[in-house]
Nanobody
Framework: QVQLVESGGGLVQPGGSLRLSCAAS????????MGWYRQAPGKQRELVAE???????NYAGSVKGRFTISRDSAKNTMYLQMNSLKSEDTAVYYC???????????WGQGTQVTVSE
């Protein structure tokens, strides 16, 4: 069974940066894709960025050019570098791993990111 633990969230001013980490315990060798999702109060959870096993990345339009997803296979860890943060980026950010397309996969517990003066 895979467990995902996010870290790196916090309070940052607009224009600032944060790096989120997602450490996976257990085997994720055969995964289909890993991704970051976020959920703001009163809104549905949305995909922020995704990286496939082959290294292909996909970003939400609202974060393209500001966020970068990456992974370190040796450390079983995925990252989300977030630059030029805006107040609308405020949300709980969740890590996700899927072994097959269009399946729920496994989720982390989430980490809060708050962008405010």
């Amino acid at each position: 069974q895979v467990q995902l633990v996010e870290s790196g969230g916090g309070l940052v001013q607009p224009g600032g940066s944060l790096r989120l980490s997602c450490a996976a315990s257990g085997s994720i060798f055969s995964f289909y894709a890993m991704g970051w999702y976020r959920q703001a109060p009163g809104k549905q959870r949305e995909l922020v960025a995704e990286i496939t096993r082959g290294g292909t990345t996909n970003y939400a339009g609202s974060v393209k050019g500001r966020f970068t997803i990456s992974r370190d296979s040796a450390k079983n860890t995925m990252y989300l570098q977030m630059n030029s943060l805006k107040s609308e980026d405020t949300a709980v950010y969740y890590c996700n791993v899927k072994w097959y397309q269009n399946t729920p996969g496994a989720w982390g517990q989430g980490t809060q990111v708050t962008v405010s003066e």
